[in-house]
Each structure stands twice: as C-alpha cells, then as structure tokens.
C-alpha cells in the first residue's frame, strides 16, 4: 500500500511551510501530495506551485469541484498540469453537495451522478483529440443549443501528453461508488473505515460487473484521506481528529441531505450522528465534539502511540485500499513513513 500526502484545502491562508513538508514526503519515497478545494482556495493553483518544487511524486487533485468549472475547462487544467509536471498529475473529481454546488458556484445540484457521468465523458472526449467534441447530454451540451446559434464543435489545440490521463471519482454513497467502478480509474473515500471495506468491495463489484465498465479490481486505484496522529495519550491524540468530524457530521450540509453524516450512520452511529448534528446545528459545536466516540475516531483515523499505529497497519492493508492519504503533522512524517511503509 502506498502512502500520499493530503494538504487539504486552506483555512484562513496558506499553510505554514508547506513546501518543505512537500519536500520531506518526496525524500521520504511518498507516492504523491494531493490538494483539495471547499469554498476558499482552489486545488489547482496550489498543486501547480507546489508541484513545481518536486520531480518524483504524482500531484493530485482531492478533488476538484465539478460544478466550479466546466467540463473542457476542467479537461484544459488537466492537459496544462500534465505537459508541466511530466505526465504526473492526476485528475480526481467530486460532486460536491448543495450548499456549496448551489450557495456558492450558483449551480442546479440535481442528478449528480447523471452530471458526473457526462463530466467525464466530455473531459476523455476532450483528452482523446480524436474530433471536434460535441455531447448530446441534458446537462453539458456542447455546442450549447441557444445563445447566438454561432457555436461550434471544437477539438483542443493543445496534444494531451497522455490521453489516458488517470481520472478518480470521489464518493460516499453506495451508488457513487460503484459509478466510480464503472467509469473512473479509481475511487477517493474521505473517510474510509476497514471495518466497511466488505460493503465497499460489494458496491465496487456492481460497478466493474456493468457494460463497458473501463477498470478491473486488479488495476483500480483507491486512495483515501487518512488522517495520523501519533500521540501516547489515545483519548487526545482523538481530540486532534474531533473537530473536523463534528465539522463534517454536523455542519457540511443540511439536517435533510448530509453525505459524510449518512456516512458514519451506514457505519453503526446513527445515534451518535443525530446528536453532533442537532448540537452542532444550535452551534454548541464544543458538545457536538464530545459526543464523538474515540471508537468512531479508530474506524477512520490511525491515532495513538507510534506502535500501535504500526499495529494497525496490517488491518488497513487488508481492505481494498491501494494508497493512504495521511494528514500529519510534518514533524512526525518520517516516523509515520517508516511505520506504514
């Protein structure tokens, strides 16, 4: 199993010397640095700085928000990214949910797996160069059918340095998963727990089984945010992991529709999911904080002395997953590296 780095997306600026911690997972043999986007920084100008500074490691987007840009901008970035790292950007997409889709990019968020799945199919259109793209879709249509009728299919002026540049899907639902079986070439889970890697290799198969399906398991990547946190106190070392899961559980998304809450109710805490969302929603978010078990924590997060997490390595190698994407903090990477790999 190969281990990346996760820089995630910025809070209220850059994170602190993040390019020596970049350099010190490409010393350290890391597979690759990803970076992520909400509704601040985005994941692609970071990724190309950074990136710039290394020669080795695949740069990953994890993710990019779909409804951020349109699919042939999308495509545009990934072609630009590739030429300038030599062929070692990696493309990883994400729905999003409806606050951010429709509060902030002013984008319908109905349907996201039917949008995804035209997404996709204009991005490989584009990367392949075979023609002028058009799509006939009811999301993305190109040329778009009204305006001043002068529209045209295009082909890129620019040659993909691979046309089958690796493109990942993140997902959290069931059908999401076996969509990103069915048409990516690979999966990122946000929050991975082993204990569920038999209903995720289920939904998995579902989506290798259907027609025209592009991956096997064999040549399928998994690569899930992982975060670590050694420490010899368990309980607080799970108090660094606690405030983004009350963050996530309680308050990214709507008491109505929140995938990372339905998330941890499929993993059996349904009960403790109901309480950090209706503490968090009042904004006693310290509450909605220790509702939050440690066990919940493990299922997600290697936390705890350095030996128990090399303990638990074995567990984690055991799932479908192919790659962690550990957030750390930079001091002890080279103890975690040496732990898990």
Request: with cysteine; net charge negative.
């Amino acid at each position: 199993m190969k281990l990346g780095y996760h820089t995630g997306y910025w809070s209220a600026g850059p994170p602190e010397g993040i390019t020596e911690t970049i350099a010190l997972c490409e010393s350290l043999g890391f597979d690759s640095i990803w970076t992520a986007e909400a509704y601040g920084s985005d994941c692609l100008t970071p990724l190309a700085w950074w990136g710039s500074r290394t020669s080795s490691v695949r740069l990953g987007t994890n993710i990019l928000q779909m409804s951020a840009r349109s699919p042939a901008a999308t495509a545009m970035a990934a072609m630009t990214l590739d030429h300038l790292s030599g062929g070692r950007f990696v493309l990883g997409l994400g729905a999003s949910g409806p606050q951010v889709v429709e509060g902030w990019y002013g984008q319908p968020y109905p349907k996201p797996l039917a949008r995804t799945r035209e997404y996709i199919e204009i991005v490989r259109k584009i990367l392949a160069r075979d023609e002028p793209v058009t799509h006939q879709g009811e999301h993305y249509p190109l040329p778009y059918p009204g305006g001043t009728g002068l529209g045209k299919p295009l082909k890129s002026i620019v040659h993909p340095l691979r046309a089958d540049l690796p493109i990942l899907l993140a997902a959290e639902g069931p059908k999401n998963v076996a969509l990103a079986a069915e048409i990516a070439d690979g999966w990122l889970p946000m929050f991975f727990s082993p204990g569920m890697d038999a209903h995720y290799r289920a939904n998995l198969a579902e989506g290798f089984a259907r027609p025209g399906a592009r991956r096997t398991a064999d040549d399928f990547e998994i690569s899930s945010f992982v975060p670590v946190i050694v420490h010899d106190d368990i309980e607080e070392a799970a108090d660094f992991v606690r405030p983004s899961l009350a963050l996530y559980i309680g308050g990214m998304g709507a008491k109505t529709m929140n995938f990372h809450a339905d998330l941890f109710a499929r993993m059996g805490y349904e009960a403790e999911v109901a309480k950090i969302q209706e503490l968090y929603l009042a904004g006693r978010k310290d509450e909605a904080r220790a509702v939050i078990p440690t066990a919940l924590v493990e299922d997600i997060a290697l936390i705890g002395p350095l030996a128990k997490i090399k303990d638990e390595k074995q567990r984690w190698e055991q799932t479908c997953l192919t790659s962690l994407l550990i957030q750390a903090h930079p001091s002890q990477l080279p103890s975690i590296a040496e732990a898990l790999g």
